[in-house]
């Protein structure tokens, strides 16, 4: 049987993984499943598995945990108890935990050796060169589930990377992108929150919106398959059908096709190097007729000139460009500041970062170097965010 862990279980990533799981329970023998307050998912979700041990983010929800887990099932609750779990030996890991709070469990699997199916973009935005150098000491093997880069993984199959002269990264362009430039301002939670094709959680699909889910992959992109920067597009696609495509230097293109369903990348990456039959639809494009594109308008979406800057400044600016966006996302979340807001408070964390030489560490990062930049970052964001606030 195969050994899994999956890191943020109660998730969308995480219940679409059980979900497979389900589907062929004889194959696999989960040891760890981690979740946040929805401990009476994560504790549901533990029993029907027989998981060895339950762990919440929360550990003032500790005691709920152990009252709602049947006996025999280990309880623990905190970040180092996440880490831990991630730490046991299993064969293959989801890390699907949102946001930097990924990074250490995702790196503890990684020194282990485990098999680490990626859906945490962060882990690799915030510290790529640290995540790749220890996955490289250990041996552990790094799969992509984000669906552009399970798209372009799967599309580099048998292929020479030197032979690859740039990649498309597809966007739906989210909630928000048939809305007159000078409405974005006044874009509520609910309304950016409501994407058209993907069923995500709600930081997710507003960071969609924005278009700093994209942001992310693109850097994330360069990180894993070591693509440069000017190599690397976006492209709008309204129908989420082509997840991205891989030019080649004889002008070929090869281009990966699918649903917008989650279960697809995250089935990838469960069975490679092998392909199984999933339980998602089966494309029909004569009856999708046609599918569009067009180019990423940067005045919409200031994210994507962001994440250039990130790659072009190196260091420790993909830690401090990611903390910035999740304290920025806090605040419109919580109605602090506007929707276009985001992006300014964003790009003035990282012209204020590298200003003061905070991200300009060359040579090799360590954990704590990533954490720190992204506590400071996170503190700058907060700043920048009560100013705007006072505007509002």
Not at 82 to 107: F, N
Not at 219 to 225: G, V
Not at 232 to 244: N, T
Not at 281 to 305: C, H, M, N, V, Y
């Amino acid at each position: 049987m195969k050994r899994v862990s999956i890191l943020g279980s109660t998730g969308s990533i995480g219940q679409s993984t059980l979900s497979l799981i389900a589907g062929r329970p004889e194959e696999y023998d989960v040891v760890a499943l981690t979740g946040g307050r929805n401990v009476e998912l994560l504790a549901r979700q533990a029993a029907e598995t027989g998981a060895a041990i339950a762990v919440t983010s929360e550990p003032d929800l500790l005691g709920q945990l152990k009252d709602a887990l049947p006996a025999g099932i280990e309880a623990a609750a905190g970040a180092e108890a996440i880490a831990e779990a991630a730490a046991r030996p299993a064969d293959w890991v989801m890390s699907a935990i949102v946001g930097a709070a990924g990074l250490a469990p995702g790196l503890a699997a990684i020194e282990a050796g485990t098999s680490l199916a990626l859906a945490n973009k962060e882990t690799l935005v915030a510290a790529g060169p640290l995540v790749l150098s220890r996955a490289a000491a250990s041996g552990a093997t790094i799969l992509p589930v984000d669906s552009e880069h399970s798209a372009i993984f799967q599309a580099l199959r048998g292929e020479d990377p030197a032979a690859v002269e740039r990649v498309i990264i597809t966007a739906s362009g989210g909630a928000l992108r048939d809305w007159p430039l000078e409405r974005l301002a006044e874009a509520t939670p609910e309304e950016a929150g409501r994407h058209p094709n993907w069923a995500m959680g709600n930081r997710i699909t507003v960071d969609s919106a924005s278009m700093f889910n994209k942001a992310l992959e693109v850097i994330e992109a360069k990180e894993f398959f070591g693509f440069a920067p000017e190599r690397i597009e976006v492209l709008i696609h309204h129908e989420s059908i082509v997840h991205a495509l891989v030019g080649f230097v004889d002008g070929g293109v090869m281009a990966h096709l699918g649903p917008p369903d989650m279960r697809h990348a995250i089935g990838h990456a469960l069975d490679w190097p092998d392909r199984r039959t999933l339980p998602v639809e089966r494309l029909d494009l004569a009856k999708i007729g046609q599918l569009s594109f067009r180019p990423p308008d940067e005045t919409r979406w200031p994210a994507l000139r962001l994440a250039r800057d990130v790659m072009a400044r190196g260091g420790l600016t993909g830690a401090a460009f990611n903390a910035a966006k999740e304290a920025a996302l806090d605040a419109f979340l919580a109605r602090q500041v506007r929707f276009t807001d985001m992006a300014h408070i964003v790009e003035t964390v990282l012209d204020e970062m590298d200003a003061s030489g905070e991200t300009s560490r060359r040579g090799e990062v360590s954990l704590g170097d990533v954490l720190d930049t992204d506590a400071a970052a996170r503190a700058r964001a907060r700043g920048a965010a009560t100013r705007l606030s006072q505007t509002v």
